[in-house]
T-cell receptor
Framework: AQRVTQPEKLLSVFKGAPVELKCNYS??????LFWYVQYSRQRLQLLLR??SRESIKGFTADLNKGETSFHLKKPFAQEEDSAMYYC?????????FGTGTRLKVLA | NAGVMQNPRHLVRRRGQEARLRCSPM?????VYWYRQLPEEGLKFMVY????????ESGMPKERFSAEFPKEGPSILRIQQVVRGDSAAYFC????????????FGPGTRLTVT
C-alpha cells in the first residue's frame, strides 16, 4: 500500500540548532517526493521536490531508496521556519500526504 | 497570477443542509484536485477533474458528495445533507498537467457542521 509516515507531530528546536523532519514512504514504483510547508494562515506551498535537488530557504532533502526515506534537513533553524511541514508522495496525480509535523523554532 | 482561489474560506452549515465549495484554478491550469483534511490527519485525495470530466473520484465518499468542473466557471465540490463528520478543511489544487508537475494549492475552505 502507498503510504507516507511522518512520525513526529511536533518538533521543537532552538534557533541556530539543526533540524531534521522525518518522512518515510511506502511505494512500489518510482516515487516522486515533495515537501510542502504551511506557514500560519497561509496556503500550502511547495518547498522541495526530490527531482530538482534544490536547496530552498536552506532546507535540503535527500531521497534514500534503501531506507525509503525523504527527511528534510536544515543546519541552522531560524524562527521564521516555524510552520507545518507535510511530506507528500506523487508519482501519479494522486498525491499522498503525511499527517504533518509542526516545527517550532524557539528563540 | 492570483493563484488558486477558493471560496468561501469558512462555511457553517447545519446538519442536513447542502454545502457548495468553489475552486478557481490558476490561469492556464486545466487540472483540478480536491483534498480533505480531517482534524489531526493529513490531506486525503478526493477527486481529480479536468474540464467537463471526472478522471478519478476514488477518494470521494460514495454518497452525498459530488464534484464538477464545467467548461466555464469554477470547480464545485458539493456535499448534500451534511453531517458532523463532514467538518473538515477542503483544499483545492490545480496543475497545468497531471501529477508529474507540482500542484498549486488554494487557501482551503473550512467547513463546520453544527
Amino acid at each position: 500500500a502507498q503510504r507516507v509516515t511522518q512520525p513526529e507531530k511536533l518538533l521543537s528546536v532552538f534557533k541556530g540548532a539543526p533540524v531534521e523532519l522525518k518522512c518515510n514512504y511506502s511505494y512500489s514504483g518510482s516515487p516522486e517526493l515533495f515537501w510542502y510547508v504551511q506557514y500560519s494562515r497561509q496556503r500550502l506551498q511547495l518547498l522541495l521536490r526530490h527531482i530538482s535537488r534544490e536547496s530552498i530557504k536552506g532546507f535540503t532533502a535527500d531521497l534514500n531508496k534503501g531506507e525509503t526515506s525523504f527527511h528534510l534537513k536544515k543546519p541552522f533553524a531560524q524562527e521564521e521556519d516555524s510552520a507545518m511541514y507535510y511530506c507528500a508522495l506523487g508519482g501519479t496525480y494522486k498525491y499522498i500526504f503525511g499527517t504533518g509535523t509542526r516545527l517550532k523554532v524557539l528563540a | 497570477n492570483a493563484g488558486v482561489m477558493q471560496n468561501p474560506r469558512h462555511l457553517v452549515r447545519r446538519r442536513g443542509q447542502e454545502a457548495r465549495l468553489r475552486c478557481s484554478p490558476m490561469k492556464g491550469h486545466s487540472h483540478v484536485y480536491w483534498y480533505r483534511q480531517l482534524p489531526e490527519e493529513g490531506l486525503k485525495f478526493m477527486v481529480y477533474l479536468q474540464k467537463e470530466n471526472i478522471i478519478d473520484e476514488s477518494g470521494m465518499p460514495k454518497e452525498r458528495f459530488s464534484a464538477e468542473f464545467p467548461k466555464e466557471g469554477p470547480s464545485i465540490l458539493r456535499i448534500q445533507q451534511v453531517v458532523r463528520g463532514d467538518s473538515a478543511a477542503y483544499f483545492c489544487a490545480s496543475s497545468p498537467q497531471d501529477g508529474s508537475y507540482e500542484q498549486y494549492f488554494g487557501p482551503g475552505t473550512r467547513l463546520t457542521v453544527t
